[in-house]
C-alpha cells in the first residue's frame, strides 16, 4: 500500500481553451477491484483531451468537473485492485486512463486505469516515449492491420502523415510492404520522407485526388473533411477507413468504394500487438517536445497552434 495523501493534478473546472487549466494538489486515489493505480512517468497530448476541454463533445461523455485532463500514460504500478490478475506493484505499464474509458485521467502524479486498459509496457523504450504512442499506436494498427487488412504491394493513401497516428500509420504501411503516399504540411515533406513515405503531397500547395489513382486504401488521419477527394483515388472495391466523421454511404456506393469510420479500441489485445511492433522495431515513436506537468497549458498551446510532427509529451516524474 503506498503511503501518500496529496497528489499534483492538471484539471478544469469549466470548458475553455487552454487558459482553464490549472496545476492542483488534490486527493490520493484509489484503485476500484478492476483497476490498478500507477505512478505517472509521463503522459501526452492528443486531440481527445483538447475536444473534451473544449466542451466539443457536449453531453456524449460522462464529465464531471473538475476533470483530471490526459488518456495516454506510461508508469509504475503502485497498488492492483483486488480482481486484478494480470498486473502487480512494480511492473511498468503503459494505457489510457482518459475519464470517459472509466480512468482518472493521465495528467497527474498517479492515476487509476482499467487493467483492460492498460499493458505492460515495451522493453525497449523509455517511458516518454511508451506514453507517446496507446490512443495513435492502436489507432493506426487497428486501421491498417485490422479494418484495411493492408497487404504487401498494395497501394495506400494516409492523410496526415506526419501528426501522431499518420507516422505509426507510415511506419506500419512500409513494415507491411505497401506503397505509401501521404499529405502532409510544406515543413514536414522531408521528414515523412525519413518516416518511409514513397509519395508526399503537399496539402497547402497540391491536390492529392489530381496525382494520385487506383489506390487500394486511403486512412484518413488528418481530422479534415476529405472525404469525396479520397473516393477519387480509390481503385473500384479499394476501402476508406476515417477517425472522425462517419462517411456517407450513398457517396461510397456511387463511387464504388467501401467506406467507414474506426472507432479506436484501447483494450490489452491490441496494446500487446502494440508492444510486438515497436519490440522488434517496426514502430518507433515520434516524440517532437516534452514539458512538465506544471506547463500543461504551454504543451496544449503548442499542439494547438505549434503544428507539432508526431506527439507531444508531458513529463511528469
Ligand atoms: N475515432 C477515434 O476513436 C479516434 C481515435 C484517435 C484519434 N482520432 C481523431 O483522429 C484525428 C487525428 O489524430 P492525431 O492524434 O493523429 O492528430 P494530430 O497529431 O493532430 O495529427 C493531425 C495531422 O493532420 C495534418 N493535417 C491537417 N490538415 C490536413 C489536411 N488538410 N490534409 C492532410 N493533413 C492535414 C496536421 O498537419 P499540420 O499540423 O502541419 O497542419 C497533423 O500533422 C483527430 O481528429 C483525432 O481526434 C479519432
Known amino acids: ?17 487552454p487558459e482553464v487549466i490549472e496545476i492542483r494538489d488534490v ?19 492528443n486531440p481527445i483531451d483538447w475536444k473534451i476541454r473544449n466542451g466539443m463533445l457536449g453531453d456524449r461523455g460522462p464529465i464531471k468537473f473538475p476533470v483530471t485532463i490526459g488518456g495516454n500514460f506510461s508508469g509504475v504500478v503502485v497498488e492492483a485492485g483486488s480482481k486484478i490478475s494480470e498486473f502487480k506493484v512494480g511492473d511498468e505499464v503503459y494505457g489510457q486512463a482518459l475519464v470517459l474509458n472509466g480512468g482518472s485521467g493521465s495528467y497527474a502524479e498517479f492515476s487509476t486505469s482499467n ?52 507516422t505509426i500509420a507510415i511506419q ?4 507491411i510492404g505497401a506503397r505509401v503516399a501521404t499529405t502532409v504540411s510544406t515543413k514536414d515533406v522531408e521528414y515523412v520522407k525519413k518516416l518511409g513515405a514513397d509519395e508526399v503531397i503537399d496539402y497547402k500547395s497540391e491536390r492529392f485526388e489530381e496525382k494520385l489513382r487506383d489506390f487500394d486504401a486511403v486512412f484518413e488521419a488528418s481530422g479534415k473533411d476529405i472525404i469525396e477527394p479520397s473516393f477519387k483515388v480509390l481503385k ?25 469510420r474506426e472507432s479506436t479500441d484501447t483494450t490489452t489485445p491490441n496494446f500487446n500487438r502494440l508492444t ?4 522488434a522495431g517496426v514502430v518507433k515513436p515520434q516524440v517532437d ?5 506544471e506547463e500543461t497549458r504551454q504543451a496544449f498551446e503548442y499542439k494547438e497552434t505549434g503544428h507539432p510532427r508526431g506527439k507531444v509529451v508531458i513529463a511528469v516524474k
Request: hydrophobic share 40%; glycine share 10%; proline share 5%.
Open 1 to 17: 500500500m503506498v503511503d501518500y495523501f496529496i497528489m499534483k493534478a492538471a484539471q478544469y473546472s469549466k470548458y475553455g481553451g
Open 27 to 45: 486527493p490520493k486515489l484509489s484503485p476500484s477491484e478492476n483497476q490498478v493505480l500507477v505512478e505517472i512517468h509521463a503522459a501526452s497530448v
Open 276 to 279: 510486438e511492433l515497436v519490440e
Open 172 to 175: 506500419i504501411a512500409k513494415h
Open 115 to 166: 487493467q483492460e486498459n492498460t499493458a505492460r509496457k515495451p522493453s525497449n523504450i523509455n517511458h516518454i516515449e511508451a506514453a507517446s504512442l496507446p490512443l495513435v499506436g492502436i489507432s493506426a494498427l487497428q486501421g491498417l492491420e485490422q479494418h484495411i487488412n493492408l497487404q504487401k504491394g498494395q497501394k495506400i493513401l494516409i492523410h496526415g502523415g506526419a501528426g501522431g497516428i499518420g
Open 289 to 293: 517536445r516534452v514539458f512538465k506537468l
Open 236 to 260: 473500384k472495391g479499394g476501402i476508406f477507413v476515417t477517425m472522425t466523421a462517419p462517411p456517407d454511404q450513398e457517396l461510397a456506393k456511387k463511387y464504388g468504394v467501401r467506406a467507414m
